[in-house]
Antibody, heavy 120, light 108 residues
Framework: QVQLVQSGAEVKKPGASVKVSCETSGYTFTSYDIYWVRQATGQGLEWMGWMAPNSGGTGHAQRFRGRVTMTRNTSISTAYLELSSLRSEDTAVYYC?????????????WGQGTPVTVSS | EIVMTQSPATLSVSPGERATLSCRASQSVDSHLAWYQQKIGQAPRLLIYGASTRATGIPARFSGSGSGTEFTLTISSLQSEDFAVYYCQQYNNWPALTFGGGTKVEIK
């Protein structure tokens, strides 16, 4: 079965960086894009960006320009999200997700979420 | 950016009653609209895609309709496990996905 397992909770100081991992299994990692979505406490879902594991190509929402980096290690079927210059507003749960066969933008498989707290 | 607006923000419904949730897009997204259910402490769960296609394993009491800019999610007879927050998401504007602000369905 398809699984996306994320790394554990993080606590960071303002200005620092955080790197979240998303280990996948149960399918061919390079066949499906990985999407990153975050959710601040009590708030809605916010799309951050995507990565194509086969090529390493990425795209991200404008508001994260210059701060977000998405990478992958195909040998261990794992995707990574790194967010730099953290501020308190980045405190949220970060999710990775994968789409449906033939409809990659429909997010059917999700990681369990990684809580990131930014606090001095 | 396509803005998705959901209404109402909160819907109070008694078990067994019908719930109707709305989602409006700021410009046409054709039928590239999905609905998700999220419970506290859990990741979102896909319910509907293509505006009206139920995802695998989703009960028939969930149905979606609409196209263009106006969409509806209907839960025909609310069960206790359906009380949650529901989000719509457009995927017409690849690769940028946008979500609505959510509708909380609570017990009346």
């Amino acid at each position: 079965q398809v699984q996306l397992v994320q790394s554990g909770a993080e606590v960071k100081k303002p200005g620092a960086s955080v790197k979240v991992s998303c280990e996948t299994s149960g399918y061919t990692f390079t066949s499906y894009d990985i999407y990153w979505v975050r959710q601040a406490t009590g708030q809605g879902l916010e799309w951050m960006g995507w990565m194509a594991p086969n090529s390493g190509g990425t795209g991200h929402a404008q508001r994260f320009r210059g701060r977000v980096t998405m990478t992958r290690n195909t040998s261990i079927s794992t995707a990574y999200l790194e967010l730099s210059s953290l501020r308190s507003e980045d405190t949220a749960v970060y999710y990775c997700a994968r789409g449906l066969l033939g409809q990659q933008l429909v997010l059917v498989y999700w990681g369990q979420g990684t809580p990131v707290t930014v606090s001095s | 950016e396509i803005v998705m607006t959901q209404s109402p923000a909160t819907l109070s419904v008694s078990p067994g009653e019908r719930a109707t949730l709305s989602c409006r897009a700021s410009q046409s997204v054709d039928s590239h609209l999905a609905w998700y259910q999220q419970k506290i402490g859990q990741a979102p769960r896909l319910l509907i895609y293509g505006a009206s296609t139920r995802a695998t394993g989703i009960p028939a009491r969930f149905s979606g309709s609409g196209s263009g800019t106006e969409f509806t999610l209907t839960i025909s007879s609310l069960q206790s496990e359906d009380f949650a927050v529901y989000y719509c998401q457009q995927y017409n504007n690849w690769p940028a996905l946008t979500f609505g602000g959510g509708t909380k369905v609570e017990i009346k």
